[in-house]
């Protein structure tokens, strides 16, 4: 199979209006990716040789996706919607090539999985001209049907053409396709558009090659994997079947997941060994979470590395930058952003660190913030090893706190602080002796005139 070459087409033209969204159908997200990385990826992982995708006219951004997803990848424009079989040709020079095998894969399709990509690249390579994906429809009203008689598949009818006992037949159209590269384009140029539409339909593909004599076969896989995506429902039942994926492989991998119905995980979330999830934890793109780590309840990670043996939350957010040494504790309600906190330094409640490096060991205490920010541009907070921020301190970036200082509880630190020295940014305490009994004496005074 590895000396095959294969083109993969996606098709992933289309605004879907029907989302009611601005944004074009392929990118919107489920498990933190666009539904087009997820066909790409799929697509990766088959072993193909060259990529195209069939875009629509002014959809850029698609292209754009594209080019930062899979570099190597052509786009092409479908600049009419004149059918799928339409589409499939505006890729045209790529199958002029003649690769040994074609995949046709929509990009609104992002539970496809690559092993079932691979069955249909095992099925050209035994001689098959064409192969299709299909499915058993919880309700298969409306679906296209796959027409097989004797182990083979010779037609594809469309749900409004189908006589009785056509709609009965179990396999629906999955509309995912691989193509023999040999007989490709004879097959796909004598598509005509002899239909109601008068559009170039692709199923046609499988009647036009049993006329040349040629065999299609038809593969059945589960009816998750052929979800396309047309309007914010079917995204939210997608998004469910990818999260219940992730969540029994993170499981399978020997994640502790106590409430895995109420973790959200992204498609790329790596976990090493005794990881420790409690309820209701959000992982956003780009989270590596390292051996025996805990992830505290209501904590939500983005673009984070979490060392061996943290804590983190909860109520904790990690925002894209952070690192997390081994033994590093982040608790509740702390927001840590690009920032590196090494090994057994903490932070346990109320605290804001951006922009910042915490040395190993250190004590960030409740209320610290680090002010990276002065209107117009970032600046970094260094805190030195074994050093000890007090409670409800402002550090003043840029600024460096060195090793082992101490900073007083109430303090805005604006200056560096050297090793081993005690800062202090704070007006003196004044105290004024028996303030509080006269005051509490007008109080009363003025309570008595008011009553009469």
């Known amino acids: 199979m590895a000396a095959r070459t294969c083109l993969a087409i996606v098709l992933a033209a289309g605004e879907g209006t029907r ?58 424009i479908q600049h009419e919607r004149r059918g799928t079989a339409h589409a499939v040709l505006a890729a045209r020079s790529p199958i002029e090539r003649h690769p040994d095998d074609i995949l046709i894969v929509y990009g609104d399709t992002p539970l496809i999985r690559p092993a079932s990509l691979l069955r249909l690249r095992n099925a050209t390579a035994d001689g098959a001209s064409a192969a299709v994906l299909g499915f058993r429809a919880a309700n298969p009203s409306g679906y296209g049907r ?51 539409k008068h559009e170039f339909y692709l199923t046609d593909a499988i009647e036009i090659a049993r006329s040349m004599s040629l065999r299609a076969v038809a593969i059945e896989v589960e009816e998750d994997e052929m979800r396309g995506i047309n309007t914010k429902k079917q995204l939210a039942e997608a998004e469910a079947v990818a999260q219940q ?13 106590i409430a895995p119905e109420t973790v959200f995980l992204s498609a790329d979330t790596k ?42 939350g909860p109520f904790a957010r990690l925002r894209p930058g952070t690192r997390l040494g081994e033994g590093a504790r982040i608790g509740n309600f702390v927001e840590v952003k690009e920032t590196v906190v090494e090994a057994g330094a903490k932070a346990n409640h109320l605290t804001y ?35 000890f921020i007090g409670s409800n301190s402002a550090l003043v970036a840029p600024v460096r706190i060195g090793d082992g200082a101490y900073v007083g509880s109430g303090s805005v630190i604006t200056q560096d602080v050297p090793d081993d020295a005690l800062a202090l940014g704070r007006s003196r305490q004044v105290i004024k002796q028996g303030w509080a009994t006269r005051l509490r004496g007008l109080k009363a005074l003025g309570k008595k005139n008011r009553s009469r």
Not at 58 to 65: D, H, I, L, R, Y
Not at 153 to 163: G, W, Y
Not at 359 to 366: K, M, T, V, W, Y
């Open 19 to 76: 989302m009611r969204s601005a944004r074009p159908k392929v990118l919107h997200p489920i498990a933190g990716r666009s539904l087009l990385a997820h066909v790409l990826d799929a697509i990766g992982e088959t072993g193909v040789t060259a990529t195209a995708v069939v875009i629509g006219p002014g959809e850029a951004a698609v292209a754009a996706e594209v080019k930062r997803l899979s570099p190597n990848a052509e786009c092409f």
């Open 146 to 196: 796959l027409i097989v008689s004797d182990g083979e598949l010779i037609a594809i009818r469309e749900d409004a053409d189908a006589n009785t006992t056509e709609r009965a037949a179990p396999l629906c159209n999955g509309g995912t396709m691989a193509l023999a590269g040999k007989t490709a384009l004879t097959i796909l140029d004598r598509i005509g558009n002899h239909n109601r």
């Open 245 to 257: 994926r992730l969540r029994q492989a993170a499981l399978d991998a020997g994640v502790t997941l």
């Open 271 to 312: 976990f090493g060994r005794d990881v420790v999830v409690e309820p209701f934890v959000v992982f956003g793109e780009k989270v590596t979470v390292e051996d025996g780590a805990v992830i505290h309840s209501f904590s939500h990670l983005a673009g984070a590395h979490v060392g061996k043996g943290v804590s983190v």
């Open 353 to 387: 660190l951006g922009d910042a490096s915490i040395g190993a060991n250190a004590n960030i205490g409740a209320g610290t913030i680090t002010c990276n920010y002065d209107g117009a541009a970032k600046h970094r907070t260094e805190i030195g090893r074994d050093a």
